[in-house]
């Protein structure tokens, strides 16, 4: 799709090298998810965030989590109106477009929950009444791995409701370098202007729908999902939720890439990134040095891929 193009291209003005995470956090943002930032302080998680707002000349709005944040912080507050003698619900800072929820884990997990809703049913319930979030709502939420104190770390709950978890890392010697130059006068982000409107991404939305996925792929997909549940190394494999947010990110990702169906390719690119932060592992896995990653891509080895034709 051009207006993909456009968007890809303009955000990779400000983050230089990152084709890739580019792509992930655009796929989220078509599937209608949530994407999850784990890595460093510095590497470019909230200028992403920053960069794909500007490029579609949407509301953005930054929380910066931390332990005496409250819920209603969040999603907003009832007041009582002296003059009218009625409760009135003032909206929290969660009702924009999209929402850079910075450090998550740094709240405590009553705050953290206020989130749950919001992500999963795209509203927020407050004394009774239920309050609409916009259409595009979409959330991008960082950690740090590296800290320990003063952090929460987030429920099972909490992280399925995220399409996927990636990481950033950081940049080459010579795109550190292109990094550094580009911002002895200003940074990029400043010059960045809209290229596509918030009307053409719910439309690019409802387009990657139309994406072709042969019944192979799909079973492929649950075939995967449900190798993680009887893998000898983990006490919790993917959920179900896992095999719609594989589906859909593989339309939308097949569609950034101008392909009219998924593939089997697509799904392994896409495998890691849905279910590292669905699995558990054991404690006895942990202790010998296994991480979520490696799981996976024993999974992905052992799981025969589709052999017929699974293109339109």
């Known amino acids: 799709m051009e ?3 456009r968007l890809i291209d303009n955000i990779r003005r400000c983050i230089i090298g990152k084709d890739q995470e580019i792509r992930l956090v655009t796929a989220a943002l078509l599937a209608r998810g949530h994407i999850l930032i784990e890595d460093v302080p510095g590497v470019g998680k909230t200028m992403l965030a ?12 930054r929380i910066q989590f931390t332990p ?7 999603t907003g507050v009832s007041v009582f109106n002296q003059k009218e003698q009625t409760f009135e619900f003032r909206r929290g800072p969660i009702f924009t477009q999209i929402l850079l929820a910075d450090e998550l884990n740094r709240a405590t997990p009553r705050t953290q929950s206020a989130l749950l809703e919001c992500m999963g049913e795209r509203q927020v319930s407050v004394d009774g ?12 939420a960082t950690q740090n791995p590296i800290e320990q104190h003063g952090v ?9 409701r995220f399409l996927m978890k990636i990481e950033i890392g950081y940049p080459s010697l010579d795109e550190e370098f292109t990094v550094v130059t580009a911002q002895e006068q200003a940074h990029p ?8 409107t918030v009307g053409d991404v719910l439309k690019a939305q409802e387009a990657i729908k139309k994406v072709y996925v042969d019944a192979s792929i799909t079973e492929y997909i649950t075939r995967l999902v449900a190798a993680t549940r009887i893998h000898s190394a983990l006490m919790l494999g993917a959920s179900p939720r896992a095999s719609l947010a594989l589906y859909r990110l593989a339309q939308a990702w097949s569609a950034i890439a101008g392909q009219s169906f998924a ?12 279910f590292r932060h669905r699995i558990l592992l054991k404690p006895q896995a942990r202790l010998a040095g296994t991480t979520p990653d490696q799981v996976i891509a024993q999974v992905v080895e052992q799981v025969p891929v589709p052999v017929k034709p699974y293109g339109q």
């Open 263 to 274: 593939d089997p390719d697509t799904i392994k690119l896409l495998a890691r990134p849905v």
């Open 189 to 196: 982000i400043e010059r960045l202007e809209p290229v596509v």
């Open 129 to 140: 009444a239920t309050h609409p979030m916009d259409s595009l709502f979409f959330v991008i």
């Open 50 to 61: 920053r960069a794909l707002a500007r490029s579609i000349d949407a509301r953005f709005c």
């Open 3 to 5: 207006v993909l193009d």
């Open 68 to 74: 005496d944040l409250l819920p209603s912080d969040i």
């Open 152 to 160: 929460y770390n987030l429920p099972e709950a909490q992280l399925d």
